[in-house]
Nanobody, 121 residues
Framework: QVQLVESGGGLVQAGGSLRLSCAAS????????MDWYRQAPGKQRELVAS???????NYADSVKGRFTISRDNAKNTLFLQMNSLKPEDTAVYYC???????????????RGQGTQVTVSS
C-alpha cells in the first residue's frame, strides 16, 4: 500500500504565501505523475497543478504565475509553492500520485487526506 501525507496548509492573509508538501511512502517502485487538486465548499474538485516524471507541468489558469509545483524524486515528495494567495484559493488541497508498486505491476492512483488552506481578505 502507498500513503500520501500532505502538510503545510493553514490560515494566511490575502497576498501571503504557503508551501504545501506531500510525502509518499510505502510500496513504491516508481512514481509517474503527481498532482495537486483542490475542493472548495460547494464546488467540484479541480486540478490545480500537475507534474509528470519527465518534468512537464500543467497549471490551472487561475493559478498560473502564482503557484509552482515541484518534486524531490529522491524523497518521493511533491511541493506546491503558493504565492499571492487570494480568498478564492481557499479550499482543501489534495495530493495525488500515480504509482507503480512493483517492476511488473500496473500503475495505481493514490490520494492523500487533504490539507486545509484558508485565505482571509
Amino acid at each position: 500500500q502507498v500513503q500520501l501525507v500532505e502538510s503545510g496548509g493553514g490560515l494566511v492573509q490575502a497576498g501571503g504565501s504557503l508551501r504545501l508538501s506531500c510525502a509518499a511512502s510505502g510500496s513504491i517502485f516508481s512514481i509517474n505523475a503527481m498532482d495537486w487538486y483542490r475542493q472548495a465548499p460547494g464546488k467540484q474538485r479541480e486540478l490545480v497543478a500537475s507534474l509528470t516524471s519527465g518534468g512537464s507541468t500543467n497549471y490551472a489558469d487561475s493559478v498560473k504565475g502564482r503557484f509552482t509545483i515541484s518534486r524531490d524524486n529522491a524523497k518521493n515528495t511533491l511541493f506546491l509553492q503558493m504565492n499571492s494567495l487570494k480568498p478564492e484559493d481557499t479550499a482543501v488541497y489534495y495530493c495525488y500520485a500515480t504509482v507503480r508498486t512493483s517492476s511488473t505491476g500496473s500503475y495505481y492512483r493514490f490520494r492523500g487526506q487533504g490539507t486545509q488552506v484558508t485565505v482571509s481578505s
